[in-house]
């Protein structure tokens, strides 16, 4: 087994691809393939499970992985340590649900990031391509939320994908409203108060069940309903037509300005948000900074602070 071969692994996770890994190390994909082969062989195991779909990691390669990456990080370290080669290139990658304050923890991880090089990913999606891209270890870091309602339903289908919910906060349900809109200023509205109001919320696709939504009180009627797919089509109704989304009541004037503010729903209910996790790796020195950020950035909001 050599650090070559490590580097080989990793860089196929990377690409998702024999032939782009490959192409990205300048060497034939005959000889990339014979490689990873050749480890396997020596180690007994299979890494890689190959199907005329492309390749995947099997659940031994997922663990092999996770050694694979720390060695050649120590690896790295040591040839910066002793020959003054420049920092090696920062990855990291985050799937999340539509929150602000995801992003604001993402500005700060950037901010802090010392390398010359990097190469971050931030990716706002659909509850069930949060868990498949952690699943799979496109991302390392997901972010959803459990409630009362989808706990027991999102517990399985993590435990099944052999993937960790680590519980950051819990808040309690708010409306995100125009500044300019009368409800603004209410102490607290009512679904009754809400009435009139397109309701606001993200579509799912295919995935479009109650327990996928990033809303809480999914279950909930509404005269008028519109679906986006992403954060600004969403905010730009909020302001244009004067709708609203159920939401955490976290909005940052950084990022969102000032005109959406968030007015307390007078509903029994309450949504604990968390990081999702691969258990059979471990995280990288950016993924753990990127959550020791979050906790930063959601600090001071009121919210119920989760160790």
Request: hydrophobic letters at 40%; aromatic letters at 14%; proline letters at 4%.
């Given at each position: 087994m050599t650090l070559q071969q490590l580097k080989y692994v990793i860089k196929i996770v990377e690409n998702r691809s024999i032939t782009e890994a490959a192409r990205s190390v300048c060497i034939s994909q005959p000889a990339l393939s014979n490689s990873v082969h050749e480890l396997e062989s020596e180690l007994s195991i299979e890494i890689f499970s190959r199907s005329s779909k492309g390749i995947t990691l099997t659940q031994e390669g997922a663990e092999f992985l996770s050694y694979a990456r720390q060695v050649v990080e120590q690896a790295d370290l040591l040839e910066q340590r002793y020959t003054h080669k420049k920092p090696v290139r920062q990855l990291c990658s985050v799937s999340t649900q539509h929150y602000a304050f995801a992003v604001n923890a993402f500005c700060s991880l950037i901010q802090q990031t010392h390398s010359d090089e990097y190469e971050y990913t931030l990716r706002e999606t659909r509850t069930s391509e949060i868990i498949e891209d952690?699943?799979?270890?496109?991302?390392?870091?997901?972010?959803?939320?459990?409630?009362?309602?989808?706990?027991?339903?999102?517990?399985?289908?993590?435990?099944?994908?052999?993937?960790?919910?680590?519980?950051?906060?819990?808040?309690?349900?708010?409306?995100?409203?125009?500044?300019?809109?009368?409800?603004?200023?209410?102490?607290?509205?009512?679904?009754?108060?809400?009435?009139?109001?397109?309701?606001?919320?993200?579509?799912?696709?295919?995935?479009?069940?109650?327990?996928?939504?990033?809303?809480?009180?999914?279950?909930?009627?509404?005269?008028?309903?519109?679906?986006?797919?992403?954060?600004?089509?969403?905010?730009?109704?909020?302001?244009?037509?004067?709708?609203?989304?159920?939401?955490?009541?976290?909005?940052?004037s950084d990022l969102n300005g000032t005109q959406i503010v968030a007015v307390p729903l007078e509903a029994e209910d309450s949504m604990t948000v968390g990081c999702i996790t691969n258990i059979r790796t471990t995280l990288s020195q950016c993924a753990q900074n990127y959550i020791v950020e979050l906790r930063k950035c959601i600090s001071g909001y009121g919210c119920v602070l989760l160790s």
């Open positions: 952690v699943r799979s270890m496109k991302s390392e870091v997901g972010i959803i939320y459990q409630n009362d309602f989808n706990r027991k339903v999102l517990a399985k289908i993590l435990k099944e994908g052999s993937l960790e919910f680590i519980p950051l906060f819990t808040a309690f349900p708010h409306v995100f409203v125009s500044a300019s809109c009368e409800l603004a200023a209410k102490k607290s509205v009512t679904f009754e108060d809400l009435a009139p109001y397109p309701y606001l919320s993200f579509e799912q696709g295919d995935f479009n069940s109650f327990y996928f939504s990033e809303e809480m009180q999914s279950t909930v009627p509404h005269k008028k309903s519109i679906h986006v797919s992403d954060r600004g089509t969403l905010f730009n109704l909020i302001i244009g037509i004067n709708g609203y989304t159920i939401s955490s009541g976290i909005v940052t």
